[in-house]
């Protein structure tokens, strides 16, 4: 491993790779100067998010943003030590807006540009000062539930990740947004389908457990979506009333959160096969913000002897706090990238480029 080199100063971060328009600032310990996010609403109306929408808002948005953080910090660009921008997986309109944004900061004041990795921001998150205590150590076994993936990750060093499983069809986060949809809710769905399935009972209707008891970890959800379809389809057309609705998003959300915990249990035995002395569960991604799901994840933990952490609430959806957590961890490393490093829309966590000595 090598030694950690001094930063010069505090590092900015930006993010755009999705509907999020995020800036943050840390300081070089890592400690959060100032930080925003604006989620992009215009999105609502179409029931998802539309590309080109997202990134000239992101581009509307930006400048705005980052003259807030850097004025709620304290900051001028020259104290910067570093200036990091989710750089892929994500919307390639918004990858380049934020980027480019980032790069022509690095550029007017001589600063090192880190193009950051969206997924290795989520997946250092738990090593952000003070969120786990002794900060996270390698190596954690990761669990990345989010709109757009759903993975089981061994995370054991900064730029050494092993997938472990991954979904075979849909994201949990994306499945927990269509089952939203069928039920008349808005979107995002996640939180408001947590919100009605507080009222609901999730007994009531016996949805299926999509490769529970399956070996190796990998994911499913479309079956469980389809099985939501049809006890939705077998009510007269209109809205739900309230309690079939609730239930059912009960019933859905209860069967997300077994699915969950039968996955990190085959995980985690994965994941000691290769770490024999690891002992830390995290999750991350916004689906990470769920209850339940928080709640089944760390009874898998402790039944197991392992530790469990999960970001703050406004930490586990899409924000710059991570970007910039994520290029400061490289930048200590002596990470840096060109300046005409290209946004990547598909970007694996185990991409060569990923990779540090
Ligand atoms: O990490 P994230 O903000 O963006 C991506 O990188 O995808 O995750 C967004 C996803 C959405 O699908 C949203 O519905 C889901 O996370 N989500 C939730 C909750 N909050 C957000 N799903 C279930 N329960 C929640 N409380
Ligand atoms: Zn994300």
Redesign the pocket.
Known sequence: MRLCNEIAGPVLGLES??D?TAVAALAADGSILAEAVLSQSVHARYGGVVPEIAARAHLAHLPALVAQVMGEAGLDFADLGGVAASSGPGLIGGLVVGSSFAKGIALAHDLPFVAVN?LEA?ALTARLPGQVEGGAPFPYLLLLL????CQCVSVEAVGHYVRLGTTIDDAV??A??KVAKMLGLGW????V??RLAASGDPGRFAFPRPLRGRPGCDFSFSGLKTAVAQVVAAYPPGPLIQRDAADIAAGFQCAVAEVMADRAVHALEAFLRRNPAGKLLVVA???A??QA?RAALRAAAAARGFGFAAPPLRL???NAVMVAWAGLERLRLGAVSPLDHAPRPRWPLEAPDMVLA
């Open positions: 790779s999705c999020e969206h989520h989010s709109g757009g993936h986060g994306e927990f947004d995002p769905g996640g939180p389908l947590e991604g916004g689906v913000a769920n799901v586990c959806g899409d």
